[in-house]
């Protein structure tokens, strides 16, 4: 997991992190995204018939970014961000399928993180966590459908990422996933017992517990059991199924030690495209 790029959160630059997080590198600071800010300012007072004297609408000094912001900065990537519901192609498959993309980006209110399949795996980037969290295929449908439940904006990312280190490595390396989630399981639980874990999957602590538990012990069950009260209401019986089975886990796996070979030349070129990009502006 080391090779995974993740940052933690930093007051409230949860914008950067997540950019950053998605980008799998160091590549936008809060000046680069609070210049960005103001081209964006500029140009909307550019299209006003009176000049506006009040606040920018895309940032301000406690480090919070708009969408638009987040936008504009992944346009240097050839990247664009779909409303998961929205009427694009894109999203619908995302819906239906949504272990098919790459990549989400979730937001609530101020808060941002990325979503993202490195290698063969994916991992919640989420800045309030220590460190990334893989989740199952199965969780993911759950989560992204449950996120929603709770008011979070979802959006598709499209359009081709830049490799990584660690997208390399994961591609080709075999995880004993069942032996990760139990470990985060019991992790959590030590930080729910000392009154430090903060919450910010959408879930009910007690129904998350359940359904990591029956997940990890992969025991029968009674399917008529509702492992999610807040989703009893829905009416998408393939989704009732995955929450059922859960964080379906593979065994008999090992764990990634080894890095690759540096990738040194591939990211500076991504870091001097970043820059042309912004010296544009």
Same mark, same amino acid.
């Given at each position: 997991?080391?090779?995974?790029?993740?940052?933690?959160?930093?007051?409230?630059?949860?914008?950067?992190?997540?950019?950053?997080?998605?980008?799998?590198?160091?590549?936008?600071?809060?000046?680069?995204?609070?210049?960005?800010?103001?081209?964006?300012?500029?140009?909307?007072?550019?299209?006003?018939?009176?000049?506006?004297?009040?606040?920018?609408?895309?940032?301000?000094?406690?480090?919070?970014?708009?969408?638009?912001?987040?936008?504009?900065?992944?346009?240097?990537?050839?990247?664009?961000?779909?409303?998961?519901?929205?009427?694009?192609?894109?999203?619908?498959?995302?819906?239906?399928?949504?272990?098919?993309?790459?990549?989400?980006?979730?937001?609530?209110?101020?808060?941002?993180?990325?979503?993202?399949?490195?290698?063969?795996?994916?991992?919640?980037?989420?800045?309030?966590?220590?460190?990334?969290?893989?989740?199952?295929?199965?969780?993911?449908? #759950?989560?992204?459908?449950?996120?929603?439940?709770?008011?979070?904006?979802?959006?598709?990312?499209?359009?081709?990422?830049?490799?990584?280190?660690?997208?390399? #490595?994961?591609?080709?390396?075999?995880?004993?996933?069942?032996?990760?989630?139990?470990?985060?399981?019991?992790?959590?639980?030590?930080?729910?017992?000392?009154?430090?874990?903060?919450?910010?999957?959408?879930?009910?602590?007690?129904?998350?517990?359940?359904?990591?538990?029956?997940?990890?012990?992969?025991?029968?069950?009674?399917?008529?059991?509702?492992?999610?009260?807040?989703?009893?209401?829905?009416?998408?019986?393939?989704?009732?199924?995955?929450?059922?089975?859960?964080?379906?886990?593979?065994?008999?796996?090992?764990?990634?030690?080894?890095?690759?070979?540096?990738?040194?030349?591939?990211?500076?070129?991504?870091?001097?495209?970043?820059?042309?990009?912004?010296?544009?502006?």
């Amino acid at each position: 997991m080391e090779l995974i790029h993740h940052e933690t959160q930093d007051g409230l630059l949860c914008a950067q992190h997540c950019l950053n997080s998605l980008l799998q590198g160091d590549y936008y600071s809060a000046i680069d995204l609070a210049n960005l800010a103001q081209d964006l300012d500029r140009l909307e007072q550019g299209y006003m018939t009176e000049k506006s004297t009040t606040e920018s609408s895309n940032y301000d000094d406690t480090g919070f970014f708009s969408i638009q912001v987040i936008q504009k900065a992944l346009e240097a990537w050839n990247l664009e961000l779909i409303p998961l519901r929205s009427s694009n192609q894109l999203a619908c498959l995302a819906r239906q399928h949504p272990t098919e993309l790459k990549a989400y980006i979730c937001n609530y209110k101020q808060h941002w993180y990325t979503i993202r399949k490195l290698g063969k795996y994916w991992f919640n980037l989420n800045s309030m966590f220590k460190r990334p969290e893989l989740i199952s295929d199965t969780y993911l449908t #759950v989560l992204l459908k449950q996120l929603e439940h709770e008011g979070y904006s979802i959006f598709v990312v499209n359009g081709e990422l830049p490799n990584s280190q660690a997208d390399l #490595v994961l591609n080709e390396t075999d995880l004993n996933t069942k032996d990760i989630l139990r470990k985060q399981n019991l992790d959590k639980q030590d930080l729910k017992k000392a009154g430090e874990l903060i919450d910010c999957s959408g879930f009910d602590n007690d129904e998350l517990e359940k359904a990591i538990k029956m997940s990890l012990e992969e025991t029968n069950f009674d399917p008529n059991e509702k492992l999610y009260p807040s989703l009893a209401n829905e009416e998408d019986s393939e989704l009732k199924r995955a929450i059922e089975l859960s964080l379906e886990a593979n065994s008999n796996r090992t764990s990634v030690n080894e890095p690759m070979p540096s990738s040194s030349n591939q990211a500076e070129d991504i870091r001097k495209k970043r820059l042309e990009f912004l010296n544009k502006q």
